[in-house]
């Protein structure tokens, strides 16, 4: 049996390969989640007037990997103190949520956000909120960087 947990957590393509690197995940896919607009593209979600974030859905083995550890790979791979921004990204479409599927997801992710401050001299603006529709992303998006040969979209 598999669940599903979504993230936004900045651009798509970088917090879907630290996801899909972790032993217990069945599947990933990047789209849109948490605006007002049915079926947005990309460029419409661009323009900040869908209210929807770049999220990941993450279909993982709860056998093999907790809700807790997807959380820990969440709050290590963005920064949760900054309002709609992740590195040079900028936007509402880049804000920081956990959208959680089950009251036992939202307990969690609301624990966990004690650990993330600890963690940061910033609060944390991460949202945590119910998760609604989910639309997959064009397909170009999907396994971005994997298709392309890259591990990060970071630029050092």
């Known amino acids: 049996m598999t669940e599903t947990a ?5 651009c798509f393509w970088g917090v879907e390969a630290a996801f899909r690197a972790i032993p217990g995940v069945i599947g990933t896919r990047v789209g849109y989640t948490g605006g007002t607009t049915a079926a947005p593209t990309y460029e419409a979600v661009c323009t900040e007037r869908t209210g929807h974030a770049e ?4 279909t993982y083995d709860p056998a093999r990997v907790s809700f807790d550890d997807l959380l820990a790979v969440f ?3 963005h920064d949760p103190t900054t309002t709609d921004r992740q590195g040079p990204d900028v936007g509402s479409q880049y804000r920081s949520a ?7 997801q939202r307990g969690a992710a609301e624990a966990s956000v004690a650990s993330a401050a600890r963690a940061h001299a910033r609060p944390i603006v991460t ?4 998760a609604v529709a989910f639309y997959p992303a064009e397909e170009y998006h999907q ?3 994997e298709k392309r ?3 990060t979209c970071h630029i050092g």
């Open 143 to 145: 396994r971005y960087l």
């Open 98 to 104: 956990i959208f959680y599927h089950s009251p036992a």
């Open 75 to 77: 709050w290590g791979n």
């Open 149 to 151: 040969g890259l591990a």
């Open 6 to 10: 979504t993230f936004a957590a900045g």
């Open 55 to 58: 999220a990941v859905q993450v």
């Open 127 to 130: 949202q945590i909120v119910p």
